[in-house]
């Protein structure tokens, strides 16, 4: 009883600092993660056996866990997780050092013929695409950043903009395994590919896109045409090519993209686990940029790397991991269960409208994180296809966090770079338009479980 309270606490107090953002989030949960271990591990349960079950280093030495069938990790640290995104981070570099972002946004704008209305579905659609092999917070990073150069150039307010291209991403990232954090933590620890969540997820994404592209042109249609209107300089405008200094850079860290796009939609076929492939784009781009661009640039990829984003997973993972071994985490799965009576379809609308509410507020990662194994105890206890429960873990995660603008990490790089231009996204405004979207999105997608899977 003493160690369940005291992984109680420790996790609040984790999540209460996340959310006060006074400290850095990776020292937080490494501190976090240090206490479950010393103290509730060691000092309560005296369990060795816990704590080597939660650090999971014994996973690295198997051969199921760079190849072959997946059944998905147990507990404790998710080093797929952890691996796959620091191989997907050093590929990330690479593009962006290469120029790839910023010369595929100029030549859609140029392909619009600099137009702002079909500039904003524009990128709101390649928002959401990049996003389903890239991670969210890449992709509104460049796109924010490009948006705001170009908002210059032809005379507009990039908000609207900036607003629905993050929204997009994090759409977009729920409709495969790769997208988003939450799905990327759901898909290795519970052992779905890249298929079954674009599949799953990916068809109730894909109505969920078509709305928000209804929603958000009715929203800034007016503002943006009339902007265009307005626009009284005939400036040169930037050219794609103009993105490009290094055209052999630019093609390997290219090929490199679409080489981990065909990875990750053939692993299922391949039994490569996605650790193996993250090790596999990472070694080939540092491979190519070193050959392409020297060591100064190799090293920059390495200097750019956020270590601070793998160190705060591998936090996250030992602080969740106390509340699991403690039984924390089945008494939540068990109250949901009573509250649900056992009807499945009370049972998705509490497990999709608690996770989008959860999300809108606090980090979607460590929600993500602290529910995959009370989703996996209730599939155990109730008798119901955990395929169900994890899509609509996903679903609730994945769209809730765009409600606010500190929901989903994206949110707020997005609104950091608006700001860092001269452009302040309040709390007000980015709520005004996110949240209705948000409510609009998550009742589709209720509406889409209860129709595919009841």
């Known amino acids: 009883m003493v160690a369940e309270i005291l992984a109680i606490i420790i996790f609040l107090g984790m999540f209460l600092l996340i959310i006060l953002n006074k400290f850095e989030r990776h020292m937080v949960t490494l501190v976090s993660g240090a206490l479950v271990l010393a103290v509730v591990f060691g000092l309560c349960m005296h369990s060795g056996t816990a704590v080597v079950e939660t650090l999971n280093l014994q996973c690295l030495a198997t051969k199921g ?73 890449t992709v509104v990073l460049f796109f924010a950043t490009v948006t705001a150069e170009i908002a210059k150039v032809m005379e507009f307010n990039p908000v609207p903009m900036i607003i629905s291209e993050i929204f997009c991403s994090n759409l977009g990232g729920a409709a495969t395994m790769c997208g988003d954090p939450p799905n990327i933590i759901i898909g290795t620890s519970l052992g779905y590919t890249f298929s079954d969540f674009i599949s799953n997820t990916g068809v ?36 794609p090519a103009g993105a490009i200094t290094n055209k052999a850079a630019f093609s390997c860290a290219t090929l490199i993209f ?47 790397l956020d270590y601070k984003t793998l160190l705060f997973f591998i936090g996250l993972f030992v602080a969740v991991s106390g509340l699991e071994k403690t039984g924390v985490l089945a008494s939540i799965a068990s109250f949901i269960s009573s509250a649900s009576h056992g009807n499945m379809m009370i049972m998705l609308a509490i497990i999709l409208w608690i996770s989008a509410s959860a999300s809108a507020f606090i980090d979607n990662i460590p929600f993500a994180a602290t529910m995959v194994p009370v989703i996996r105890s209730i599939a155990a206890t109730q008798n119901v296809p955990l395929a169900i429960l994890a899509w609509t873990l996903s679903l609730g995660t994945d769209l809730g966090g765009n409600a606010t603008p500190i929901g989903a990490s994206a949110n707020v790089v997005g609104t950091s770079v608006a700001a860092k231009e001269g452009h302040l996204i309040s709390w007000g405004q980015y709520c005004k338009y996110c949240v209705p979207a948000t409510l609009l999105v998550v009742g589709a997608s209720m509406l889409c479980l209860f129709k595919i899977y009841l």
């Open 258 to 304: 679409i080489t981990a796009v065909v990875l990750l939609i053939t692993h299922a076929q391949t039994t490569l686990s996605v650790a193996f492939i993250g090790v596999i784009v990472a070694a080939l781009t540092v491979l190519c940029t070193f050959l392409t661009s020297g060591k100064e640039n190799t090293k920059y990829i390495f200097t750019h």
């Open 65 to 137: 866990f760079w190849y072959g069938k997946s059944s998905g990790a147990t507990s404790g640290i998710n080093w797929s997780t952890i691996i796959f995104i620091c191989g997907m981070m050093i590929m990330v570099e690479g593009l962006g050092k290469a120029g790839f972002f910023r010369w595929i946004c100029l030549l859609v704008a140029k392909k619009v013929h600099y137009h702002t209305v079909p500039l904003l579905i524009c990128f709101m659609v390649m928002s959401a695409v990049l996003s389903m092999f890239i991670d969210s917070i």
């Open 204 to 239: 109730i994404v894909g109505i969920c896109f078509l709305l928000t592209l209804l929603y958000f042109w009715l929203c800034f249609r007016k503002e943006l045409k009339q902007s265009e209107n307005n626009r009284t300089q005939t400036t040169a405008y930037p050219q």
